[in-house]
């Protein structure tokens, strides 16, 4: 809308991208705490618990988001952007909010699995809903000129949402203990319960909008869709069109996206084995310091087309995953460390604590075990090393440099065999080492952002006004929900099938970039759409 | 290339559906080898493979040569 006067946009910003920022947080948090929302409604033993939580995982994400993007398009196209991304505003705040209010499962039993499979529906419905209604109702009053750039604030949203959501619950467990946070009416619910006045902000201000002006045209002409569904998929130009987003932009962009922000975290955490605190610490540095570049990108696209900005940053993720994957395993490798250095001249003991336990052996019969854990430093690096002794009978003293004796001298000896594979975990880096990791995580969310940042006023430029909602909430969802939502199973079953490479779980993202690369470039117009008031 | 995105859809869902007898029931403990998230994405994914294919059949026919520049064209 070009006439439209650009000094009451920041309010429409504003008041759109809180919302979805706020919607992102809600939606994350329950990730985020997955472990301890397990403990407390899906309780292991519980064959139905189980089925209840892998339903809450999967089905959210994977059905219900592309479900709700259907739903809510046609809502939007039926009945204007401002009801709808109000609603689903609501409903996402007031399922976050009773999550944090349904009773464990210890107090009403299998009612709270229930009731949080339902309430976690309810959360990914409204999220396939949001983002659509948001982007569009900016792009609708940005100017043709600077809709990259309006529309990358929507953009910025999804990060923002992580990191807001990162921050809070690292906030509220530095200022308690474990057991406190975990506790059944503990510390973990409070961001869902923070997520009511969010909200409650939120609505406030979304109230207060208008409707869209294209939209509010339409309508005053009588020219809306009577069938937003049928008209975005049934006439073959606009499926077309459809099938073009998904499998030539929004596909690519969804690994992407989901590569830089959270499987780099659960690499970190899992793979790596970096401590809790420092990977979130190093999260959310990279995402503080990428933020901005949503809107450059976004900016940059005004100048020079959206489409190289998105398949650039695909294209980088293809050449550089593996790479950068390779370089936080291998630089943090304290087996590595353990093995290339003498463990009593160049580091330090700090902490070192052991506890016996028996285990029963088909050969030797029943052994004396004893768990080892023992917190070393070398050049500014601790980690944990994990050591399951065995303790034998041995006769006399011996003591040598790869055995030790214990026990009482007039009785028994028992000669400790050290663990032959003990494991490394809770690796904190020193500062030098941090900040490399910081860049590098910061380097995938810079590709997330060319991907990203100049998706939404691409996708707004791609669908006529009276479909818009519908046409393009469905492929963002199908892209960023499954194929990005997929990448943790995927990398899962790459790694159980060819166990020999640790960063084999790549090869879906890379794949699935290459080919959204290859599409987009063969089919997508890099011409910007000055109008989209058709 | 029109017909490699064709051919690609029913490739992609015959890895899943081979992925997912042979994780199903293997005695892991991982969502791999559970049976609910494979229907979920092979139910999800079914229909997605089908619109490759139709994209593939729309490229072999020459129909994103040229893209709709507005509304009129749609």
């Not at chain 1, 999260?283 to 990428?290: M, P, Q, R, T």
């Not at chain 1, 790549?506 to 910007?528: S, T």
């Given at each position: 809308m070009?006439?439209?006067?650009?000094k009451?946009?920041?309010?429409?910003?504003f008041?759109?991208s809180?919302?979805?920022?706020?919607?992102?947080?809600?939606?994350?948090?329950f990730?985020?705490?997955a472990?301890?929302?397990?403990?407390?409604f899906?309780?292991?033993?519980?064959?139905?618990?189980a089925?209840?939580s892998?339903?809450?995982?999967?089905a959210?994400?994977?059905?219900v988001?592309?479900?709700?993007?259907l739903?809510?398009?046609?809502?939007?196209?039926?009945?204007?952007?401002?009801?709808?991304?109000?609603l689903?505003?609501?409903?996402?705040?007031?399922?976050?909010f009773?999550?944090?209010?349904?009773?464990?499962?210890?107090?009403?039993?299998?009612?709270?699995p229930?009731?949080?499979?339902l309430l976690?529906?309810?959360?990914?419905?409204?999220?396939g809903?949001?983002?659509?209604?948001?982007?569009?109702?900016?792009?609708?009053?940005?100017?043709a000129?600077?809709?990259g750039y309006?529309?990358?604030?929507?953009?910025?949203?999804?990060?923002?949402?992580?990191f807001?959501?990162?921050?809070?619950?690292?906030?509220?467990?530095t200022?308690?203990?474990?057991?406190?946070?975990?506790?059944?009416?503990?510390?973990?619910?409070?961001?869902f319960?923070?997520?009511?006045l969010?909200?409650?902000?939120?609505?406030?201000?979304?109230?207060?909008?208008?409707e869209?002006?294209?939209?509010?045209?339409?309508?005053k002409e009588?020219?809306?869709?009577?069938?937003?569904?049928?008209?975005?998929f049934?006439?073959?130009?606009?499926?077309k069109?459809v099938?073009?987003?998904l499998f030539?932009?929004v596909?690519?962009q969804g690994?992407?996206?989901?590569?830089g922000?959270?499987?780099?975290?659960?690499?970190l955490?899992?793979?790596?084995?970096?401590?809790?605190?420092?990977?979130?610490?190093?999260?959310?540095?990279?995402?503080?310091?990428?933020?901005?570049?949503f809107?450059?990108?976004?900016?940059?696209?005004?100048?020079?087309?959206?489409?190289?900005?998105?398949?650039?940053?695909?294209?980088?993720g293809?050449?550089?995953?593996?790479p950068?994957?390779?370089?936080?395993?291998?630089?943090?490798?304290?087996?590595e460390?353990?093995?290339?250095h003498?463990?009593?001249?160049?580091?330090?003991?700090?902490?070192?604590?052991?506890?016996?336990?028996?285990?029963?052996?088909?050969?030797?019969?029943?052994l004396?075990?004893?768990?080892?854990?023992?917190q070393?430093?070398?050049?500014g690096n601790?980690?944990?090393?994990k050591?399951r002794?065995?303790?034998?009978?041995?006769?006399?003293?011996?003591?040598?440099?790869?055995?030790?004796?214990v026990?009482?001298?007039t009785?028994?000896?028992l000669?400790v065999i050290?663990d032959?594979k003990?494991?490394?975990s809770?690796?904190?880096?020193n500062n030098?080492?941090?900040?490399k990791?910081?860049?590098?995580v910061?380097?995938?969310?810079?590709?997330?952002?060319?991907?990203?940042?100049?998706?939404a006023?691409f996708?707004?430029?791609?669908?006529?006004?009276?479909i818009?909602y519908?046409?393009?909430?469905?492929?963002?969802?199908i892209?960023?929900?499954v194929?990005?939502?997929?990448?943790p199973?995927i990398?899962?079953?790459?790694?159980?099938?060819?166990?020999?490479?640790?960063?084999?779980?790549?090869?879906?993202?890379?794949?699935?970039?290459a080919?959204?690369?290859?599409?987009?470039?063969?089919?997508?117009?890099?011409?910007?759409?000055?109008?989209v008031?058709d | 290339?029109?017909?490699?995105?064709?051919?690609?859809?029913?490739?992609?869902?015959?890895?899943l559906?081979?992925?997912?007898?042979?994780n199903?029931?293997?005695?892991g403990?991982k969502?791999?080898?559970?049976?609910?998230?494979?229907?979920?994405?092979?139910?999800?994914?079914?229909?997605?493979?089908i619109g490759?294919?139709?994209?593939g059949?729309?490229?072999l026919?020459?129909?994103?040569?040229h893209?709709?520049?507005?509304?009129?064209?749609i």
């Amino acid at each position: 809308m070009a006439s439209s006067p650009e000094k009451g946009i920041g309010k429409i910003i504003f008041s759109s991208s809180l919302g979805t920022l706020i919607e992102w947080y809600d939606f994350y948090i329950f990730g985020m705490l997955a472990k301890t929302i397990s403990v407390q409604f899906f309780p292991e033993g519980n064959s139905t618990a189980a089925l209840l939580s892998t339903l809450a995982i999967f089905a959210a994400g994977f059905l219900v988001r592309p479900f709700g993007a259907l739903v809510f398009g046609r809502l939007g196209d039926l009945v204007g952007r401002k009801y709808t991304f109000l609603l689903t505003l609501v409903l996402m705040g007031g399922s976050t909010f009773l999550i944090g209010l349904v009773p464990g499962y210890k107090t009403i039993g299998i009612a709270a699995p229930l009731l949080v499979l339902l309430l976690r529906l309810i959360q990914g419905l409204a999220l396939g809903g949001e983002y659509g209604g948001a982007a569009t109702y900016v792009a609708e009053h940005a100017p043709a000129n600077r809709r990259g750039y309006f529309t990358a604030w929507i953009q910025t949203t999804a990060t923002l949402g992580l990191f807001v959501a990162l921050g809070i619950i690292l906030l509220i467990k530095t200022n308690m203990s474990d057991v406190a946070f975990t506790a059944e009416w503990g510390g973990w619910r409070y961001p869902f319960w923070i997520s009511i006045l969010l909200v409650g902000v939120s609505i406030y201000i979304r109230l207060k909008m208008s409707e869209s002006p294209l939209y509010a045209a339409l309508k005053k002409e009588g020219t809306t869709s009577v069938n937003p569904i049928k008209e975005s998929f049934g006439h073959r130009v606009n499926f077309k069109m459809v099938l073009l987003a998904l499998f030539g932009a929004v596909m690519g962009q969804g690994v992407i996206w989901y590569t830089g922000q959270f499987y780099a975290q659960s690499f970190l955490e899992n793979a790596v084995k970096i401590e809790f605190m420092q990977n979130r610490e190093i999260l959310l540095w990279a995402i503080g310091l990428a933020t901005p570049f949503f809107l450059f990108f976004g900016w940059l696209s005004d100048k020079v087309g959206r489409k190289w900005i998105m398949l650039t940053g695909m294209l980088l993720g293809v050449i550089f995953y593996r790479p950068i994957f390779g370089t936080l395993l291998k630089d943090a490798n304290a087996k590595e460390w353990v093995a290339e250095h003498d463990k009593k001249s160049e580091m330090s003991l700090i902490k070192s604590t052991a506890k016996g336990d028996t285990a029963f052996n088909v050969k030797t019969g029943l052994l004396i075990i004893n768990n080892v854990d023992e917190q070393w430093e070398f050049e500014g690096n601790k980690f944990i090393e994990k050591r399951r002794d065995t303790l034998i009978p041995a006769e006399g003293v011996i003591a040598s440099a790869s055995t030790s004796s214990v026990g009482n001298s007039t009785d028994f000896f028992l000669q400790v065999i050290p663990d032959t594979k003990p494991s490394y975990s809770n690796i904190e880096l020193n500062n030098t080492l941090k900040w490399k990791f910081i860049f590098l995580v910061w380097v995938m969310i810079i590709f997330v952002t060319m991907a990203y940042g100049p998706i939404a006023a691409f996708l707004v430029e791609l669908f006529p006004t009276k479909i818009r909602y519908t046409s393009m909430s469905l492929p963002y969802h199908i892209g960023n929900g499954v194929f990005g939502g997929l990448v943790p199973f995927i990398a899962t079953l790459l790694a159980t099938t060819f166990t020999t490479d640790p960063l084999v779980g790549l090869w879906y993202p890379i794949g699935v970039a290459a080919l959204c690369f290859i599409i987009g470039a063969l089919y997508l117009n890099n011409k910007i759409d000055k109008d989209v008031n058709d | 290339m029109g017909l490699i995105w064709m051919l690609l859809a029913p490739v992609i869902i015959f890895y899943l559906v081979k992925s997912a007898v042979h994780n199903i029931g293997s005695g892991g403990t991982k969502d791999i080898n559970q049976p609910v998230p494979w229907i979920i994405i092979i139910t999800i994914f079914t229909p997605i493979a089908i619109g490759l294919m139709i994209f593939g059949y729309y490229a072999l026919k020459g129909e994103y040569d040229h893209l709709p520049e507005s509304s009129e064209e749609i």
